[in-house]
Structure formats: structure tokens, C-alpha cells
């Protein structure tokens, strides 16, 4: 097969000696994975703030793009827990959560996470994912699983709360509303789906216990009429309150419609005011905008207040003896003596209510538990996505941070697999088949995915032999989007959040903390404070990242600007060690100086300030022997403080002389001339060499009673 060809269509590789048996473990481990990523999907999108379909439409050609153009066989593409947190991070400050703007942002981001990934892997940039080092990544993805966790409280009680600006605060909205009502059948579902997934896991962990969780669960739904919802009129609502409430929540949204066309026409205002260099019109513009600005935050405010004053009351329905529904507030009794002697259904209900006027004609009252709803029937309309300039400053940031958090791991999963297999992964190869998955799934209304442990972890142990398992996988999504939507109409919402937090639950790794901690205290320092900014700074996570790779950057440049330089000697072992570490002797007249790290324009200063120290330190000092085989690399800079040293360390009577020095490190003292400078007789190729031949000359006349490097003389080693 053309090596070429293979090149461009890596996937080809897979039917070199493929054969039956293949194809059948491949259709068993496909068919085996889809029973897992159907439910995984719906319940990450939703943790997205998508609709849940849209879980299905981003589990149809992400897996199979990805796994035909990527390296790993056994890798299981779709949705995953912290990518989908991270859109939803990446969105909210743009549109309401599930709104047509959000969706269309999603999909936009999406294709920026796929180009940003394909456009590193065609230039062979897959290094750059080292920029996250585990210890971050580590810290993020613990503090990742108690948010994500955490956010799924409101849909196991049953509650509904606005979400504050910082995650810790809607997590006490939520405690305080569940104090108030919370909804014990909608706990008791998640509850069974907890125990059912558990259950399986433990004792029959070959059956896919998601999926047996999700139709036991769906069928419990639809049987016990778990969903219990109505329309009503206006006057039903026996509370002037609430009804006040209600018009003036949807008087806010009748103020705030004009506001978007008017700062886009002020905007236009102060485009052409700036490029007339008119300073007066300029300001004034700005002042309209600036009250555009505090008009529109205020009326947010007042959404935020009425929606919360119409969900906190509740409603009892009675049926008066005409036949007509009242739903009167649970908590006192109704004025009218004849009402209140009637008996209601004894169903606690409350108004719905979203980010969007209420239909004062048919207001929708709900009296049970949340389920998945109508899902779309059919394949999701191929299309290019939606592309907004305004949002693409926003959402460039955050397509980066996915775009090298989602190859991380699925990097990392591949690599693992890749042990067991023997398979050899290709980091920029993956790159690409990640990238062409996200950019085609936004074809196909995909909002942003990645490699999925968990579902590799079952593709791998279900047999999978080649990539053709996730192409059996997403041939399996297609048929559920073609056929069975209706069957998950009854799907609990708590039963996907269920879902959600027992998946999470293998993110939460303690020990990552404590084997950072163990390889150096600076590595669990930065895990545990990229935690701890993480958790702090939630939904905006981001921040917590940045703050962790920036405390990992500053480490790195710190520990490369002040390598380490010690100074040599032997031990009883007539071994050469740190002298100072090892608390050993040193000789008078020779200073073995090792410096370990690459000689660049940070650390050069730093090296001629430690020679300096030795010269004034060592007054009987007369040859310093700089050993290299720490130096792997030098620049300009490190060439420049090299021969100033050389030159001020002969002019002040001492000589110096290297060893071990490095082919590429010996190229640049070739090419600036310097190795001549020098002199050829001062390079040799080890320590032991290199002591042998300067001690003569250095011992002469010599009162040193015993030079602790007199061994090595003796030892007959050659140049």
C-alpha cells in the first residue's frame, strides 16, 4: 500500500491482514461502547447547557472522523465531562444557557477547537500540549469533578435557582432552595439509578449498567407518571403576587429589546466619531453606551429577582365544583371559604419559568419531575457553522484551552492503551484526527469533544481491534437519532445527572497531590493551589488554568535561570560528588565545577556571577576545570559569557580548562572561533581526564598535605 496514501488516510492501515474475526470484535466492541456514550452524551450536553440531543448529534461523527484519521485504534472519541464544563464556562457570558445563540456559539466553538488542534498537527506542534505539566492538569481536573459534580445538585433535588457569578454561591442557592422544596421523587430516581450503576459495577460489571440504569428508570417514568405538567390561564393563579410578578417579568423583556439595536447603532456612531478624530462627539457616545450599559444590567437584576419571587412560591390545584382549576399558594389558605374546603391533588406545583416572556394565555405549571422531553427525530442538518466576529475574541481563548485539555487526554488515554497493545501513537497524528473530528461535528451540529477514558477503557476490554469499532458506534447513535428518540422522552433529568456524577468520580485523584508532592514540593504546590484558584474561580476556569500554568512556567524559567553549580570532589567510594552536599574535602588548587542546564541569555550572568564567587572564595585557586555534560545547548548569550570568563580568569593568572563538553555546544565554540581561543589542549573528554591533566602542573611546590583528588593522578587514564 502507498506509503503516501497511508499518510493522507491513515485508517487504511487497519485492513492489513484484517479479517473476520476482527470485523466481529470490532461490531461487538462498537455496539458495546454506543451502549454507554447514548446516555454519557445526553447527560454531557445538558452538563454543557445544551439540550440533551445535541449529546447525540456531537456522538454521530466525532468518533468516527476522529478514530479514521487519528492513531489510536481502541480510542473513544465523543462527548467528556471537562470538556463539556469548559463550553459551558466558554459560553454563559455570551447567551442564555440552550438558547439559539448558545447553540450556534457552541458549534462556532467547536470549530475553532478542531482547527486549533488540526492546525498543530499539520505543522507538527504536538509538544505544545507540555505547556499544561501534570501537576496542573492534575489539580484542574480534581477541582473540575467537584464542580462538575456539585452542578448536577439542582437537577437530584429538583430545584431550579439563577446561577450566581461564582459557582460556591449557586451551590448555596441550591442548598437553600432544596431546604425550601425539594422534590422527593425526582431524589428517589436518581437515588435508583445511583444504586443500579453501583450494583452492576460491582457484581455483573460486563453488562453496560448506564444503559440498564437509563431504561429502567425511563420506564419508571412513563408507568408512575413522573412527568406530571399542565397549561393554565392567568386567572388560574390565585396569588395577585405572583401574577404581578409575572407582568412584570415579561414587561423587562419588552424594555430590553431596544437596547441591542441601540448600542449597535451608537457603536456605529463611535466607529465614525473616532475615525473624524471628533474628541466631543466621542464622549458623548460613550456616555449613551455607558447608560445602555447600566440600564441593561439593571433590567437583568430584575429578571433575576422576579424569576426568582415567581419559582419560590408554591401551588396546590383544587378543582371547584364547575370544573375549573385554582392553583392557590401552598402556604396559607385560600380567602375563598368554599375553595379551601375543597380537596387538591396532592401535588406540589410551581410556575416554569425560563429566560424568555411567559405566555400569559398558556402558562405551563409543573407538578412532578423534569424529564428529557421531545428529542428531534433524524439526522442533524449538515451545515457550516455560524460565524459570529464579535464572539470569536472570547472564544479563541477558550478553544485554545480545550483544544490542548482535550488532546492531554485523550493523549494520555491513547498512550496508556498503547502499553497494552503494543500500538505506537502518533501525538501529531492524533492531533489531526481530534481537529477533523470537531471541525466535521460542527458540520453536524457537534458542539466541542474529545477522547473518553471511560469509554476507551470498555472499547479496549470489549475487543476492539481496530478504529472500524468507532465507526460501528457512531453507525449505532445514527440509528437510536433515526428511530428511538421517542423511547427517551421519559429519560429523568436526574437520572442523567446521576449519570454524570458517577462518571466523575474517577476524575477525583488524591494521590495525583501526593505524588506531586513526593517528586518535588513545588509540583504539589502548584497542584494544590491550581485546585484551589479552580474551585475559586468556577464557572470561569480559565483563570484557574492560567494560574496554574503560569506558576509552572515561572518554576520552569526560575529553576533554568539558577541551574544548579556545584562544585566537585571525591568521595571514600573515589567517586566524584557535590562537595558541599556530600561534606567533602576539596583540593586547594583545582576547582571542578559542574553546571548542569543549558548556557542561555537567562542563566549566563548567572554562571559568571558563580565563577566570580569562587575566585574571591579559593584565594589559592590556579585552574578551574568546568565540566559539561550538563550543557546540552548554548546560545549567543552563553558563548559571549564564556569567553569573557575564560579571558578574565587568565588575566587574573588562573587557567581553565572543560571536559565532557557536548557535539552541538563544541559546534558553536567552533563557529565563533572560541575553540581556538581557548586552546585545544584544555578540552577533555571526561572529569577523570581532565584532572590527570592539569594536576602536574597545578601541584607543583604544592603544601597541600592531602589533596583529596590525588587518586585520580594515580589512575593512568588517557586523553
Not at 413522573?226 to 414587561?251: D, Y
Not at 481491534?465 to 465507526?471: D, W
Not at 565563533?672 to 584532572?691: D, N, Q, W, Y
Request: charge should be positive; proline fraction near 4%; charged fraction near 20%.
Amino acid at each position: 500500500m502507498p506509503s503516501l496514501l497511508v499518510k493522507f488516510l491513515p485508517f487504511l492501515k487497519w485492513f492489513d491482514k484484517y479479517n473476520a474475526y476482527y470485523l466481529r470484535m470490532d461490531i461487538i466492541s462498537g455496539l458495546t461502547v454506543a451502549m454507554v456514550l447514548i446516555p454519557q452524551s445526553m447527560a454531557y450536553a445538558q452538563l454543557a447547557g445544551l439540550p440533551p440531543f445535541y449529546g447525540l448529534y456531537a456522538a454521530f461523527l466525532p468518533p468516527m472522523i476522529a478514530a479514521l484519521f487519528g492513531s489510536s485504534r481502541q480510542l473513544a472519541t465523543g462527548p467528556v465531562a471537562v470538556v463539556s464544563l469548559m463550553t459551558a464556562a466558554a459560553l454563559e457570558p455570551l447567551a442564555a444557557s440552550g438558547s439559539e445563540g448558545y447553540i450556534a456559539y457552541a458549534i462556532m466553538l467547536s470549530l475553532l477547537v478542531g482547527l486549533f488542534q488540526f492546525s498543530l498537527g499539520v505543522l507538527r506542534l504536538g509538544m505544545i500540549v507540555n505547556l499544561l505539566s501534570h501537576p496542573v492538569v492534575n489539580g484542574f481536573t480534581n477541582a473540575a469533578a467537584i464542580i462538575i459534580a456539585s452542578s448536577q445538585l439542582s437537577k437530584l433535588f429538583g430545584v431550579y435557582v439563577d446561577k450566581a457569578d461564582h459557582h460556591y454561591e449557586t451551590i448555596i442557592r441550591v442548598i437553600h432552595a432544596a431546604i425550601v422544596y425539594i422534590h422527593w421523587p425526582t431524589l428517589l430516581m436518581g437515588i435508583l439509578a445511583f444504586a443500579i450503576m453501583y450494583t452492576l459495577k460491582r457484581l455483573l460489571p460486563t453488562i453496560p449498567n448506564v444503559l440498564v440504569a437509563v431504561v429502567i428508570a425511563t420506564i419508571l417514568s412513563q408507568t408512575l407518571g413522573f412527568e406530571n405538567n399542565c397549561n393554565i390561564k392567568f386567572e388560574a393563579l390565585k396569588s395577585p403576587s405572583v401574577r404581578q410578578a409575572i407582568l412584570e417579568f415579561n414587561q423587562v423583556f419588552l424594555d430590553a429589546a431596544p437596547l441591542s439595536s441601540m448600542r449597535a447603532l451608537f457603536r456605529r456612531k463611535l466607529e465614525e466619531a473616532q475615525k473624524r478624530d471628533d474628541t466631543p462627539t466621542v464622549l458623548d457616545v460613550k456616555f449613551e453606551l455607558d447608560l445602555i450599559d447600566l440600564y441593561n444590567a439593571e433590567l437583568k437584576y430584575d429578571k433575576l429577582r422576579l424569576r426568582k419571587k415567581i419559582r419560590s412560591v408554591l401551588f396546590r390545584r383544587v378543582q371547584t365544583p364547575d370544573g375549573a382549576d385554582h392553583f392557590d399558594p401552598n402556604d396559607k389558605t385560600p380567602d375563598d371559604k368554599s375553595i379551601a374546603e375543597l380537596k387538591d391533588d396532592g401535588h406540589i406545583w410551581r410556575v416554569i419559568v425560563g429566560n424568555k416572556p411567559l405566555d400569559i394565555n398558556q402558562l405551563t405549571m409543573m407538578g412532578g419531575g423534569q424529564v428529557v422531553g421531545a428529542v428531534p427525530g433524524g439526522l442533524p442538518a449538515l451545515r457550516a457553522p455560524t460565524f459570529n466576529f464579535a464572539a470569536f475574541k472570547h472564544l479563541l481563548e477558550y478553544a485554545a484551552i480545550i483544544s490542548l485539555l482535550g488532546f492531554m487526554e485523550a493523549i494520555s488515554i491513547a498512550k496508556a492503551m498503547s502499553g497494552k497493545t503494543g500500538q505506537r501513537i502518533d501525538p501529531n497524528q492524533e492531533l489531526i484526527g481530534q481537529g477533523l473530528g470537531n471541525i466535521l461535528g460542527a458540520i453536524g451540529q457537534s458542539y466541542p469533544t474529545s477522547g473518553s477514558f471511560s469509554r476507551s477503557a470498555v472499547n479496549l476490554q470489549a475487543g476492539a481491534m481496530t478504529g472500524l469499532s468507532s465507526v460501528v458506534t457512531s453507525l449505532a447513535v445514527v440509528i437510536v437519532l433515526l428511530f428511538f428518540t421517542p423511547l427517551l422522552y421519559y429519560l429523568p433529568q436526574s437520572v442523567l445527572a446521576a449519570v454524570i456524577m458517577v462518571a466523575v468520580f474517577g476524575l477525583i485523584n488524591i494521590r495525583g497531590f501526593i505524588h506531586a508532592w513526593r517528586a518535588r514540593w513545588y509540583d504539589g504546590v502548584i497542584s494544590v493551589v491550581t485546585f484551589g484558584c479552580t474551585l475559586a474561580f468556577a464557572p470561569h476556569l480559565d483563570k484557574g488554568i492560567m494560574v496554574g500554568v503560569i506558576l509552572s512556567l515561572s518554576v520552569f524559567f526560575y529553576k533554568n535561570m539558577r541551574p544548579a553549580v556545584v562544585d566537585l570532589s571525591l568521595d571514600v567510594h573515589h567517586n566524584l560528588r557535590n562537595a558541599v552536599a556530600s561534606g567533602l574535602k576539596e583540593c586547594k588548587y583545582i576547582d571542578v565545577v559542574r553546571f548542569d542546564g543549558p548556557l542561555f541569555f537567562a542563566n549566563a550572568a548567572y554562571l559568571e556571577d558563580q565563577i566570580r564567587d569562587r575566585r574571591r572564595s579559593k584565594k589559592d585557586l590556579k585552574h578551574i576545570i568546568f565540566v559539561c555534560n550538563g550543557i546540552n545547548d548554548m546560545d549567543a548569550s552563553g558563548e559571549e559569557v564564556l569567553s569573557l570568563i575564560v579571558e578574565r580568569i587568565r588575566s587574573a593568572g588562573l587557567d581553565i580548562s572543560f571536559s565532557g563538553m557536548h557535539r552541538d555546544v563544541k559546534a558553536v565554540l567552533e563557529r565563533t572561533h572560541l575553540r581556538v581561543k581557548i586552546g585545544e589542549e584544555h578540552f577533555f573528554p571526561t572529569m577523570e581526564s581532565a584532572i590527570n591533566g592539569v594536576y602536574q602542573t597545578t601541584h607543583q611546590r604544592s603544601d597541600e598535605k592531602r589533596c583529596p583528588l590525588a587518586v585520580i593522578k594515580s589512575l593512568k587514564i588517557g586523553n
